[in-house]
């Protein structure tokens, strides 16, 4: 079955500092991943994907990293703020999607 | 902005009863998904649909059934609720071709006691 899963379970940051997220993939076949985000009460967020043919790809103040050689995958925040904490977890596809157990990111003000 | 509600936030059920869970969406998308998520699993595939009147079974199935009688409305169903389906339930919905862009609504969370 597919496994995908995060580095660790909780993440506390200072207010301004850079975050960083990491999951951990089994399926070399996964083509497509996506990162999420989840406030308290409320369902997942889509925030950034990325494809297998890329090993980089920015958004708003967020990065996500794809090493496909040891099947890694990161979200990096810059500046994170308050709004930022939540749970974050990934989604890798394959036949479908897998997800990951999530994150939960703190900021600390 | 693509919106998909859910009927309950919260849910209480005693074992045995049935539940519905329904979840709607507002633009036309033509695949919906549930899903149930659990601390330290994730987010696990119970059943989708890519029509109406269609479905197909995820990863975990037993103890479900959905029903997709019009477009926008997924709903869930345990027949039986027993307490190992406590859980968060989410629906998400994406445009026919376009599965990763996801829209999740904004989950129940049924307790069954």
């Known amino acids: 079955g597919e496994s995908v899963g995060l580095h660790l379970p909780t993440l506390s940051v200072q207010e301004g500092d850079n975050s960083i997220i990491n999951c951990a993939y089994s399926?070399?076949?996964?083509?497509?991943f996506i990162w999420y985000k989840q406030e308290s009460g409320k369902g997942p967020q889509f925030i950034i994907d990325?494809?297998?043919?890329?090993d980089k790809r920015q958004g708003q103040r967020v990065t996500v990293l794809l090493n496909k050689t040891v099947k890694h995958l990161s979200l990096q925040i810059a500046a994170t703020q308050p709004g930022d904490s939540a749970v974050y977890f990934c989604a890798e596809n394959s036949d479908q999607f897998y997800f990951g157990t999530g994150t939960s990111l703190t900021v600390i003000p | 902005d693509v919106k998909v509600t859910q009927s309950s936030r919260y849910l209480v059920k005693r074992t045995g009863e049935k539940v519905f869970l329904e979840c709607v969406q507002d633009?036309?998308?033509?695949?919906m998904f549930w899903y149930r998520q659990d601390p330290g699993l994730g987010l696990r595939l119970i059943y989708f649909s890519y029509d109406v009147k269609m479905k197909e079974k995820g990863d975990i199935p037993e103890g479900y059934s959905v029903s997709r009688e019009k477009k926008e409305r997924f709903s869930l169903i345990l027949e039986s609720a027993s307490t190992n389906q406590t859980s968060m339930y989410l629906c998400?919905?994406?445009?026919?071709?376009?599965?990763?862009?996801?829209?999740f609504g904004p989950g129940t969370r049924l307790t069954v006691t």
């Open positions: 998400a919905s994406v445009e026919q071709g376009r599965d990763y862009e996801q829209y």
């Open positions: 990325i494809r297998s043919n890329m």
């Open positions: 633009m036309d998308h033509e695949n």
């Open positions: 399926n070399s076949a996964s083509d497509y």
